[in-house]
């Protein structure tokens, strides 16, 4: 599968300071904010646990993964990392492209 073949998911996993769990999800709209209009950013949005309400998901569905890789040179993306860092204790980052076979052909090699 080519890195640059079709949509991408990209998940981030923040575990966040539990005494900054409010002042993180501020941070968070606010960097939302940077992402307005960004090429190729079709949505996003933040999910918080059930379990671990220090632990956070940030979901980004990128059009192609070369407009992931464009943001992260934008002059927007320093702000945005910046602002989603503030209070982060640790962050795993995940990107996931089509697995089904649906609109594209699948290659599991």
Do not use: T
């Not at 599968?1 to 409010?22: K, T």
């Not at 939302?32 to 059930?50: I, N």
């Not at 569905?61 to 993306?77: I, Y």
């Amino acid at each position: 599968m080519s890195s640059d073949a079709g949509p991408v998911l990209e998940i981030v996993h923040f575990r966040i300071d539990p005494r900054a769990v409010v002042p993180f999800a501020e941070c968070a709209r606010e960097a939302f904010g940077l992402l307005a209009g960004v090429e190729g950013c079709v949505s996003h949005d933040l999910k918080r646990s059930v379990e671990e309400p220090s632990l956070f998901a940030l979901i980004i569905e990128w059009v192609l993964r070369v407009d992931l890789n464009r943001f992260r040179e934008a002059a927007a993306h320093h702000p945005f990392q910046e602002l989603l860092s503030r209070h982060l204790l640790q962050a795993e980052v995940y990107h996931f492209a089509d697995a089904s076979g649906s609109g594209q052909d699948v290659d599991w090699a």
